[in-house]
């Protein structure tokens, strides 16, 4: 476990040219920062005796020369950095790496490897050497922190999967029973079936909650998808049995498949859930409710009941630079459309108000963008669009 640095500093340096670490150690001397004290400086000349003294020190910092007599290039830090995961006796520092080398390719590999900076060698002096060590320690530092944050969130995460699942799923299992037993008799149900609905809805919030824990707003890797065959796999995940989808897309984008597929089944699920009472059922609602007897609904609009049919449509199609949801519910005023993407919002009954910030936040992490506009049947759009996200 790495200590926090205090006013003095213990770093390693890791370099096998005797004249670039006498040049090193002289501009960390003869810094004149006020932020801390010069470092003690250990030097060791290959990449095993910098592991054996790792393991042997408390050191604050590394200073990495790429070219070593043991290790060579980018190769070099990522066996520094694996060792000092996979060993219990080496603390994870914060690595600053040195080179003579001008290379942006494997400055940038150096940074994606772990690295806090890069500098070269040939343009050192101690004002830019005290600044890389110490942004790189406050850094590490954020970075500690933020595995510490991401740990407890994650410990959260189980603790609400394991431990109020298991409750809920007792609860409805007793219920479902006690219905049974009631089935065929002259005792209501009606106090059950709420009982049993309102837990289903609790579980349906725990998996969304799980969801933003564990997601997050990071995208690992991406790949080559099928939009539309993970539209329709999307689609099937989706309980709709009175609604339709139509998908009118082609081609391939670069994305991580589960996430996206996520997105499409959150946005499909809002549409579904706030489409349910469409524009001309309610205008039919509205009629009945003021005496109007003049509107009456389609023939192709009734169920089996009279009724009318409270399903959506919903399409998939391409805009320039990305794909659109729409539907042909009852759209989102314009007035709430800066809302619909906050945790929390929601207008239907038995919504979690947590689906469209979950798409908002696999959007961001793909570095996407996200709007809301009215579709040409009058309900909502969603838009999702990136440079080179409409290429096909």
Same mark, same amino acid.
């Not at 009175?242 to 897309?249: A, N, T, W």
């Not at 039919?284 to 005496?291: A, K, P, Q, T, Y």
């Given at each position: 476990m790495p200590r926090e640095p205090a006013d003095e500093l213990d770093v390693l340096l890791v370099e096998d040219n005797d004249g670039d670490a006498r040049l090193i150690r002289h501009h960390l001397r003869t810094d004149t920062s006020t932020v801390f004290d010069p470092p003690n400086l250990t030097h060791v000349e290959s990449l095993t005796a910098a592991v054996d003294r790792l393991a042997g020190g408390d050191f604050d910092l590394v200073l990495l020369d790429l070219g070593l007599a043991d290790s060579r290039g980018i190769e070099t830090l990522e066996r520094l950095e694996e060792r000092m995961a996979s060993r219990d006796d080496v603390p994870l520092l914060p690595v600053v790496v040195l080179t003579g080398l001008t290379d942006d390719e494997t400055a940038l590999r150096a940074i994606q490897e772990g690295a806090q900076d890069y500098l070269l060698k040939d343009n050192l002096d101690g004002a830019l050497l005290e600044r890389a060590i110490r942004h790189a320690l406050e850094r590490h530092r954020q970075e500690r922190r933020l595995k510490r944050q991401n740990e407890r969130l994650e410990r959260f995460a189980s603790i609400v999967s394991h431990d109020l699942r298991n409750p809920l799923n007792v609860a409805q299992g007793r219920l479902s029973h006690e219905a049974g037993e009631r089935e065929g008799t /002259?005792?209501?149900t009606e106090h059950i079936d709420e009982a049993i609905d309102a837990l289903g809805r609790m579980e349906v919030l725990v998996d969304d909650l799980l969801d933003l824990a564990r997601d997050g707003r990071s995208v690992d890797e991406v790949e080559s998808v099928d939009l539309a065959d993970l539209v329709r796999a999307a689609w099937d995940n989706v309980e709709a049995p009175?609604?339709?989808?139509?998908? /009118?897309?082609a081609g391939t984008v670069a994305a991580d498949p589960s996430r996206l597929t996520q997105l499409f089944e959150n946005l499909f699920r809002n549409s579904v859930e706030h489409g349910s009472t469409s524009p001309r059922l309610q205008a039919?609602?509205?009629?009945?409710?003021?005496?109007s007897t003049g509107s009456r609904p389609e023939a192709d609009d009734a169920d089996e009941s009279g009724g009318v049919a409270d399903g959506v449509t919903i399409t998939v199609g391409h805009v320039e630079d990305g794909f659109y949801v729409a539907d042909d519910g009852p759209g989102i005023p314009d007035g709430e459309r800066d809302e619909i993407f906050e945790v929390g919002y929601s207008t239907a009954d038995d919504g979690t108000g947590f689906g469209l910030d979950i798409v908002a936040e696999i959007v961001d992490a793909h570095d996407w963008s996200i709007t809301v506009v009215e579709? /040409?049947?009058?309900?909502?759009?969603?838009?999702?669009?990136?440079a080179g996200l409409g290429d096909r």
């Open positions: /002259d005792v209501s009175e609604s339709d989808l139509h998908v /009118d897309v039919l609602e509205d009629s009945v409710e003021h005496g579709s /040409d049947a009058g309900g909502a759009r969603f838009e999702v669009t990136a």
